[in-house]
Structures are given as structure tokens and as C-alpha cells.
């Protein structure tokens, strides 16, 4: 008995250091209003009502007016938890703990920085002045990065919140400082409602390829994985949605563009939100909670199978990444999952992958074929998994959704866990099974 402890304890002393090896993993979520998320933090299960074994750190910029979420800006890491005045949370609930899961040896950590009502033209782009006519939306990409934005802010387009706490480079900076190997994971990006309601959906493709770029180029990591979040078509006012009839060509466009970045680019895929039920019936921008412990999941699931498929990032230390954001990016980017050495100056654009034979799937339950007929799996090696095709178009191009499809919703591949072994990815899988199970059993309202 007594040698079977010691042994016991070796084993947990043995796998304590083996952790505190491994470099922290982190991941950055970014987006409006369904990435701040409108779930109701004080009915979720008693494990993921606050996780202190994941790091966070958060912000929403509506602080910068004295906001709800003023209180809830951090000045250090935190547990993953419900943040604000009301206790609301996005995805970034049960991603955390599906990727705590998935890698045991690591330390998992997320940023985000996240604002409603807010589109890449005016306010997420880099290098942008400020909104005149919102000003706490302004110069988003910047709050994410900081001294990792690249871009010059001058004249007409000087920093209007020059002294704010940045998310990303500060978050770095104390993992140095506390003397963590950092490997900048991946992106989560759930946005693309704003567009939607006018002109910039049709350039919105556009406008995604160059903030991808734009990201991976200032953090060193051309090989970054990006998961993001097609909008959902509980938009089209045929579904009781909020864009006035007449548009429904606008949601088509960025919902085909969102596929067609996912499509070309092997190292992006897309997760599926039709299905969602919305947040109130007068309210059909927002989901309800219980979407967005799903779309949590979902972003889980299709980023494990995109780094399955392509391989992991690679470490992006802290001095890495801030080398690269203030140099611009000179450096020649290798293969993806290249890593970025402490104080290099790499740096390449990212995206333009065409997808071959490993081209993304499309998700069962997506019908991407009736996207506005610009988001149909082609013959560039993509492959519709089984249910899509009971997910037909109407008139207006939008693709149901939902009915005969998987659960699953994930635009990506499926495979193991690289350099994790068999066990991360039946722990991922028993994890993601165990959430699903307390949502159909019924928990709260949205």
C-alpha cells in the first residue's frame, strides 16, 4: 500500500513538471456581439461557473464610456468565468474547457477582446482612425495588439484611447515576466452581423483575408489557425431576423465569404451557427445560452481538427511576437506550424492557401452549397460530409440548416490530436460529450 502511493505520487510529481514544461497555450477571441455573448452566467453548471485552471483575460470597450462591462476589464489573469454587470459569457465558456481537455500538459489561457455593433471597415481594420461617430468602438485591432499592432497612428488617425490597457501585448508581457514559454494558439473570430445590414457585405470577403493577414503578420505566425463563426440565418427576415427584406443578398454575401476564406485558406475553417436558437423572439441577432455553450464546442471541435490536419502552430514566445509586430513582419515565413524564435523579426502574410486535397469539409448541418450560391463545395478538394444535402437553399440562398445534418456544425476536418496522443482527443471528445448531455437534459433559459 505504501509503495503503491509513493508511486502514486511520483507519477503526479512526474506529470506536474512535465506541465510546467509545456508552453502556456494561448488563444485569442475577437468579434461582436455574439463573441461578447449573451448567456446567462448565474444558471451554468457548477464546473464552468468559474475555471480557475484556465487563464483569462478580458475586455469590452464599451468600458471605455463606463460601460457594463467597465468593472470586468482585467489588470491580470483571472479565472475563465461569466464577466459583467449581468454575468453574461460568449463561446469562450466551454471552448476552455474543451481545449483544458484536449491538452492536459498545458496551460490553457484566453484573451478577448470583443465589441457589439462593430465591422471590420470601420473599426476592426489595422491602422484605422478613429470612428467619428461611435468613438469607443474605435481602433479595435489595436486595443487587441498594442505595441504588437504594427500600423502608425498619426494625424488623423491618432490613438484616441492611447493609455487603455491593451489585451494581447500585456497579457504576453506578465507570461514573460512570470517566466512562461507562450504558444499563440489560435484565433476565434465571430463577427460578420454588421455587414450584413449594408454595402460592406460585399466585400467582406476582402476585408476578412487582409485582418487575417494583418494578425498573423504582426504576431509572427503565418501559420496561425482561425476558426470563425458563419452568421447565422436567423438574420433573414424571412425568419423573423432584424435585416429589413430586400437585403437578404447582403447576408448571402458575407455568408458565402466567410465559407469561401475558409475554403481557400487551409489553415482557417468555419463552424455552423444555424441551428441557434435566438436569444428572444425580439431579439434574433443574440443567441440563447445554451447556443453558446454550443458554439464554444463547435469552435473546440473544428480547431482540433484543423491542427489535426495541419499541424500545430509552433511557439510564439512573447518576445517573438512583439519583435514581429514592431518590425512589420520582414522575415520569410517557412511551412505552417513554423516556430518563432525569441526575439525575431518574422513575419509573412498570412491566408491564400489554396485548398487541395485537404481542402475544409462542409459542415453536415450548414447546406454551404445554398450560400448564395458562393459558398458551395467545389472540386478544389473539399467534401460535403453527410446531412448537408438536406440543407437546400431557398430563394433568398440561405441554407436552413439544422434539419438532417450532424450536431456537429464544424466546417473542418477530423483527425487525432498531433504530438498529443490518443488520450487528448477521447478526453476532448468525453468532455465535449458530457456538456452536451447537461443541454439536453435542460438547464437554463436564453
Known amino acids: 500500500m505504501k509503495r503503491s502511493c509513493i508511486a502514486v505520487a511520483a507519477l503526479a510529481i512526474s506529470l506536474s513538471a512535465s506541465a ?9 477571441l475577437a468579434g461582436q456581439s455574439n463573441m461578447v455573448g449573451y448567456g446567462v452566467g448565474t444558471a451554468l453548471p457548477a464546473e464552468l461557473q468559474s475555471q480557475p485552471d484556465i487563464w483569462y483575460d478580458h475586455h469590452n470597450p464599451d468600458a471605455r464610456e463606463g460601460g457594463p462591462y467597465a468593472a470586468a476589464t482585467s489588470t491580470d489573469w483571472g ?24 491538452y492536459p500538459e498545458h496551460r490553457i489561457a484566453i484573451v478577448k477582446l470583443a465589441q457589439g455593433g462593430t465591422n471590420l471597415v470601420d473599426h476592426w481594420g489595422r491602422g484605422l482612425g478613429p470612428d467619428p461617430e461611435v468613438l469607443y468602438k474605435s481602433q479595435l485591432y489595436h486595443a487587441l495588439l498594442g505595441k504588437l499592432d504594427s500600423a502608425t497612428y498619426t494625424g488623423d488617425r491618432a490613438l484616441r484611447y492611447p493609455d487603455e490597457p491593451t489585451r494581447l501585448d500585456n497579457a504576453l508581457a506578465r507570461l514573460e515576466s512570470e517566466g512562461h514559454d507562450v504558444e499563440i494558439a ?20 476582402d476585408t476578412l483575408r487582409g485582418f487575417i493577414a494583418a494578425i498573423r503578420e504582426d ?3 503565418p501559420g496561425l489557425p482561425v476558426v470563425l463563426g458563419r452568421i447565422s440565418d436567423n438574420l433573414y427576415p424571412a425568419n423573423g431576423g432584424p435585416i429589413a427584406a430586400g437585403k437578404e443578398a447582403n447576408i448571402d454575401a458575407v455568408r458565402a465569404a466567410q465559407v469561401a476564406v475558409a475554403e481557400e485558406d487551409p489553415r482557417v475553417a468555419w463552424v455552423d451557427t444555424d441551428d441557434f436558437a435566438p436569444r428572444r423572439a425580439d431579439d434574433t441577432w443574440h443567441f440563447d445560452s445554451a447556443a453558446y455553450q454550443l458554439l464554444g ?19 510564439s514566445s512573447a518576445n517573438g511576437a512583439a519583435s514581429a509586430g514592431a518590425g512589420g513582419g520582414d522575415g520569410a515565413a517557412g511551412a505552417s506550424g513554423s516556430t518563432v524564435a525569441s526575439g525575431s523579426a518574422a513575419g509573412a502574410g498570412g491566408g491564400g492557401g489554396a485548398a487541395g486535397a485537404s481542402g475544409s469539409s462542409v ?21 460535403a460530409a453527410a446531412g448537408s444535402a438536406g440543407s437546400a437553399a431557398g430563394p433568398s440562398g440561405a441554407a436552413p440548416g439544422g434539419a438532417g445534418g450532424s450536431t456537429s456544425g464544424c466546417g473542418c476536418r477530423t483527425a487525432g490530436i498531433p504530438g498529443q496522443g490518443p488520450g487528448a482527443a477521447a478526453l476532448a ?17 436564453g
Do not use: D
Not at 468525453?430 to 435542460?442: E, H, Q, T
Open 20 to 28: 510546467a514544461a509545456q508552453p502556456v497555450k494561448l488563444f485569442v
Open 79 to 102: 479565472p475563465l468565468e461569466p464577466k459583467g454587470e449581468a454575468r453574461r459569457y460568449g463561446p469562450e465558456i466551454t471552448f476552455g474547457h474543451a481545449m483544458a481537455a484536449a
Open 186 to 205: 489560435g484565433l476565434l473570430w465571430m463577427q460578420g452581423e454588421n455587414e450584413a445590414g449594408w454595402a460592406a457585405a460585399f466585400t467582406y470577403g
Open 219 to 221: 504576431l509572427g505566425a
Open 297 to 315: 464546442e463547435r469552435f473546440a471541435e473544428a480547431y482540433l481538427a484543423l491542427v489535426a490536419e495541419t499541424g500545430s502552430p509552433g511557439a
Open 363 to 383: 459542415s453536415s448541418a450548414s447546406g454551404a452549397a445554398g450560400v448564395g450560391g458562393g459558398g458551395a463545395a467545389g472540386a478544389s478538394g473539399s467534401a
Open 429 to 445: 471528445l468525453i468532455a465535449l460529450a458530457a456538456l452536451r448531455r447537461r443541454r439536453r437534459s435542460g438547464r437554463e433559459p
